[in-house]
């Protein structure tokens, strides 16, 4: 483009002495013109040769700045539907824990599920286990993986509780949890069963017998809200 713009001076400075014209204008004005407009363009030429790396990387700062401007202003217009489905994700996955100051109750807030359940990612005995909430079940239900994945001792158990469930009666044997943990709510010594092996119950529910070591717990639409009793 500088070897094209500077040809281009060269020959408009040169028919700058032209006698004649072209439409009715006269060849030294054409030439002029072309003249002025070859100079700009060469200066241009020149100047983006010398500084087009700069011109590039300012070019990308931009793009960027553009690019966070629409995020944000995305953002912002749809932060109510982002945070509906940022409380989904999360109600999927981890339970949301607010814990308020020493000697305040610690409080746990569950999300409903795609299946119309709350679920949520228990310690028992210091064991992750997925459980989901049952105000129908009158104990905590666990089903033999939990069970044993929490150190239960299974070989000593006795499958003589007859329990009924969603798909039928089942037998399970009477344990009792050491410690229970949802969020920062903590029960020690829960009664609970577990199921015996080749039942239905495919996920462990967490039923009255840790519910009821609860101060309160409520639903809110689609959220599930458990209160702990304030630590002594």
Do not use: C
Not at 100 to 110: C, F, I, M
Not at 194 to 219: H, P, Q
């Amino acid at each position: 483009m500088l070897v094209a713009a500077v040809a281009a001076l060269i020959l408009a400075f040169g028919a700058r002495n032209q006698v004649g014209e072209i439409g009715g204008v006269p060849f030294t004005e054409i030439a002029d013109v072309t003249w002025r407009a070859s100079l700009v363009v060469a200066i241009g030429a020149l100047v983006f040769l010398i500084y087009r790396g700069q011109l590039i990387d300012a070019l990308r700062t931009i793009l960027v700045w553009v690019g966070l401007a629409s995020v944000i202003a995305f953002a912002y217009n749809y932060r109510a539907d982002l945070l509906g489905l940022g409380h989904r994700v999360v109600g999927w996955t981890l339970p949301s824990t607010l814990t308020g100051n020493p000697g305040e109750a610690p409080q746990v807030e569950l999300t409903r599920t795609r299946s119309g359940d709350f679920t949520v990612r228990a310690d028992v005995n210091g064991r992750r286990v997925p459980m989901i909430v049952d105000t129908g079940a009158t104990a905590v239900v666990l089903t033999v993986d939990a069970a044993k994945a929490a150190g239960l001792p299974l070989d000593f158990l006795r499958y003589d509780v007859v329990v009924e469930t969603a798909n039928g009666r089942t037998k399970a044997a009477s344990i009792v949890i050491e410690k229970l943990t949802v969020g920062d709510i903590v029960a020690r010594r829960v009664p609970a069963l577990v199921a015996e092996s080749g039942n239905s119950l495919k996920t462990s529910l967490l039923g009255m017998t840790f519910l009821n070591r609860l101060d309160s717990y409520e639903v809110r639409g689609d959220r599930l809200v458990l209160r702990g009793r304030p630590s002594s």
